[in-house]
C-alpha cells in the first residue's frame, strides 16, 4: 500500500461519511452501543464500510468513536474496551483489503469532553483512558489514528502526546469549531491547527458541528504552509427534528459543489461527518479525482479581538463577598410559592427578611423538583424592593443552550449571585413525565459561569462582553462520609464557586466538623439552619428528604411537639445551632420552611442580636 501521507503530497483523498447516522437509519435504537455493534453486530458495521468504499473512500474510519471506557461504561460495557476496539480494526482492515484498491483505515477516538469532567477525572485518569482506547485500535492494526471531534484544544493535546508516547503511525487530530472558528476553550481555528503541527500532529483539521458553508469560511482564514496538511469533515447542515429522528438536508449535490472550494483553501482529506451517507461521499467521489492540492493561497485577516469589558452595573452594589467582610453575613432562603397567588406573599416575605438583618434572599430553582413560579422573576421582583436576591440555578429542567440563555438574560437584570446545583431528579416531583436533562452538573455548570465571567459562551463564542457573576456552590455535610462531599467541592471550587453554602445541619458537633473539613478553603462557608415547625416535619425532612439528616437527640426533642409548640421548640433548637455557626463562621444561612419567614425573620434578628454581642468569627471563610 502506497504512503498515506506521501500521497496527501501530491492528492486530495476522499474519506467516509458519519457511520452513526447510518446505523441509525438501519434501524439500531439509540439506547444501544454503537460501538458495541462491532460485536454485536459485525455484519451491519462491515456492511456500512463496504457501503462507503464502493461509494469512493479512499479512507474509512472504524466504529469505535464512543469505545472508551468512560463512556462504554453507560451500557456496562466497559470491560471489553480492547475488545471492542480491536474488532472495530479488524472489521475495518478486512473490508479495506477486499476492496481491490488501496484503502485506508483511520482508528477513531473521540474526546471524553464532559463526561469525564463530571467524574472528575485527574489527567492521569484521562491518560489511561486514552492510552488503553488507542492501544487496542494499534492492535488491530489500523493504518492511522484519528483524534476527531475535540472541542477544547488542551484536551486534545493531551490525547495526542498520549499517542505519541505509543507509536509512530500518521495521527490526525481533529478540532469541532463553533461557527465563529474558535475551540471551546476560545482558540482560533488557525491558531489550534498550528498549535497541534508543532505538537506533532501529521494532519490537522476539523470536523463536525458545522456545514461546508462555515467550513469554507473557516479555512479562508488557515494559511497554507509548506508540507502542512488539512484534513476537514463537515456535517451535512445542521439536523431538523422530526418525528423523533434528526433529518440532515446537505443534499449529496450541494457537498459535491463545497469540494472544489475546499481543496481552494487548503483541505488535503475531505470527507462527512454527522448527516452524510455513501450517497454523499459518491457525489464529492465525482469530483474529488480531478483535483489538485493547493500550496499557496491568500488568507483572510480576522482582526484581534479586544479584551471584553465588564458587565456595567446599573446601579453600584455591595456583593455577599463585601459584604462578609464587614459583618455576618445573613443569606435566608425563600422558596418562591407552588401558586401564583402566592407571590405577593413572598415579596412581602423578602421585605420582611431584608428589615430583619438578611443581607441577601436567595431563591430555590424547583426544590426537590416540585412545580413553582419562576426564581428568575421572582429574583427581579424583589430586586426592584431593593431585595439582594441570590438565585440557584439548576442544571436539571435547562439543556446547555437554555442554561447559557438564562444565564445571559440574568446578567442583563443585573442578577448576578448565582449557586449552582445539580437538582432532584424530575420523576421524583410533582411533574414525573417530565424529563431531567442534565447536560450539566454543578461543577461544570459553576466551569459554565466562570467562562461566561471571561466573555465566552461554552462552545468559546465571543459574547463581546463578560458577565458578572459571583458563583457560589453547595456542600452537604449529612452525608455518610463527608471526604467524599470534601473532593468534591474542591473540584467546584477549582471549577470557579467563590462561596459555599450547606445543606441544613442539626447538630451542633456537624457543624463543628463543617468547619474542619473545610477551613483550609479560605472562602465563605454559610451553614445552613432550618428551623423545625412539629414532629411531623421533623420526621419528614429526616426520613423523606435527600441531603438531610437529623440528630437523633433533635428528633427526641421535637417528638409530641406540633402547632405554636412544635414553632417554639423549632427556633429554641435553631437558635442554638446559630450560636455554634456563628462562633465559627461569619456567615449562616437560614433556610425558610414552607414559606414560614415569621420564623426566619426571627432568626434573623437573633444572628444580629449576637452580633452585637461580640459573637463574631474573625476570619472570612472561618476561624
Given at each position: ?53 464502493a461509494a469512493g473512500a479512499q479512507v474509512i474510519e472504524t466504529n469505535t468513536f464512543g469505545a472508551n471506557r468512560l463512556k462504554l461504561a453507560k451500557f456496562g460495557l466497559e470491560s471489553k474496551v480492547n475488545e471492542i476496539n480491536w474488532k472495530g480494526a479488524s472489521l475495518a482492515k478486512r473490508i479495506a483489503k477486499a476492496a481491490g484498491r488501496d484503502v485506508y483505515v ?518
Open positions: 500500500m502506497n504512503n498515506f501521507l506521501d500521497r496527501l503530497q501530491d492528492e486530495v483523498l476522499l474519506g467516509d461519511g458519519a457511520i452513526g447516522t447510518l446505523i441509525y437509519q438501519r434501524g439500531v435504537p439509540l439506547e444501544l452501543s454503537f460501538d458495541g455493534l462491532n460485536v454485536t453486530n459485525p455484519a451491519l458495521v462491515e456492511q456500512i464500510h463496504r457501503d462507503y468504499i483511520a482508528g477513531s477516538v473521540g474526546a471524553l469532553g464532559s463526561v469525564a469532567d463530571e467524574a472528575g477525572l485527574t489527567e492521569s485518569d484521562r491518560r489511561a483512558i486514552y492510552q488503553e482506547q488507542i492501544g487496542a485500535l494499534l492492535g488491530g492494526d489500523v493504518d492511522v489514528i484519528l483524534l476527531e471531534t475535540f472541542t477544547r484544544l488542551g484536551e486534545l493535546k493531551l490525547a495526542l502526546e498520549v499517542y505519541q508516547g505509543l507509536e509512530t503511525r500518521p495521527v490526525i487530530a481533529s478540532m469541532s469549531f463553533d461557527e465563529s472558528g474558535r475551540s471551546g476553550d476560545g482558540v482560533t481555528a488557525a491558531d489550534c491547527l498550528r498549535q497541534l503541527r508543532e505538537a506533532g500532529a501529521d494532519i490537522v483539521g476539523f470536523n463536525c458541528q458545522l456545514g461546508p458553508n462555515v467550513a469554507l469560511r473557516i479555512l479562508e482564514r488557515v494559511p497554507v504552509e509548506e508540507g502542512a496538511l488539512l484534513s476537514v469533515y463537515p456535517n451535512a447542515g445542521k439536523p431538523e427534528y422530526f418525528e423523533g429522528r434528526y433529518i440532515y438536508f446537505g443534499a449529496p449535490e450541494y457537498f459535491a459543489k463545497m469540494t472544489p472550494l475546499l481543496v481552494e483553501q487548503g483541505a488535503r482529506l475531505i470527507g462527512g461527518c454527522c448527516g452524510t451517507t455513501p450517497e454523499t461521499i459518491a457525489a464529492m467521489a465525482r469530483v474529488v479525482s480531478s483535483l489538485r492540492p493547493v500550496r499557496a493561497k491568500s488568507v483572510t485577516v480576522v482582526a484581534p479581538r479586544e479584551a471584553a469589558p465588564p458587565t456595567p452595573p446599573a446601579a453600584p452594589r455591595e456583593s455577599i463577598l463585601d459584604i462578609i467582610k464587614k459583618r455576618t453575613l445573613i443569606v435566608t432562603e425563600l422558596d418562591p410559592p407552588r401558586t401564583l397567588p402566592a407571590v405577593e406573599k413572598i415579596i412581602k416575605g423578602a421585605e420582611a427578611l431584608k428589615d430583619a438583618g438578611t443581607d441577601s434572599v436567595t431563591l430555590a430553582d424547583n426544590s426537590l423538583a416540585i412545580l413553582r413560579v419562576s426564581n428568575v422573576v421572582l429574583a427581579q421582583r424583589m430586586a426592584e424592593r431593593g431585595v439582594l436576591p441570590l438565585v440557584h440555578l439548576a442544571c436539571r429542567d435547562r439543556n446547555l443552550l437554555g442554561i447559557q440563555s438564562e444565564l445571559m438574560g440574568m446578567s442583563v437584570l443585573g442578577l448576578n449571585h448565582v449557586l449552582a446545583i445539580t437538582g432532584d431528579p424530575a420523576k421524583s416531583g410533582d411533574q414525573p413525565e417530565a424529563s431531567s436533562v442534565y447536560d450539566l452538573n454543578s461543577v461544570s455548570l459553576i466551569a459554565l459561569m466562570k467562562k461566561m465571567n471571561e466573555g465566552f459562551s461554552h462552545s468559546g463564542r465571543d459574547l463581546k462582553q463578560r458577565t458578572d457573576f459571583i458563583i457560589g456552590c453547595s456542600f452537604n455535610p449529612n452525608a455518610k462520609d463527608i471526604n467524599v462531599q470534601v473532593k468534591r467541592l474542591e473540584r467546584k471550587l477549582a471549577a470557579g464557586a467563590r462561596y459555599v453554602m450547606t445543606q441544613p445541619v442539626f447538630d451542633p458537633a456537624l457543624v463543628k466538623a463543617t468547619h474542619d473539613a473545610t477551613k483550609h478553603f479560605g472562602v465563605p462557608v454559610l451553614v445552613g439552619v432550618m428551623p423545625l415547625i412539629s414532629e411531623r416535619n421533623c420526621e419528614f425532612l429526616h426520613n423523606e428528604v435527600p441531603g438531610i439528616a437529623i440528630a437523633d437527640s433533635i428528633r427526641a426533642r421535637m417528638r409530641g411537639k406540633e402547632g405554636d409548640a412544635g414553632r417554639r421548640e423549632g427556633l429554641a433548637i435553631a437558635r442554638e445551632l446559630c450560636d455554634a455557626v456563628l462562633a465559627l463562621f461569619n456567615g449562616i444561612y437560614l433556610i425558610t420552611p414552607l414559606v414560614a419567614y415569621e420564623l426566619t425573620v426571627e432568626l434573623s434578628r437573633y444572628v444580629r442580636e449576637q452580633e452585637k454581642a461580640g459573637r463574631r468569627a474573625y476570619s472570612v471563610g472561618s476561624r
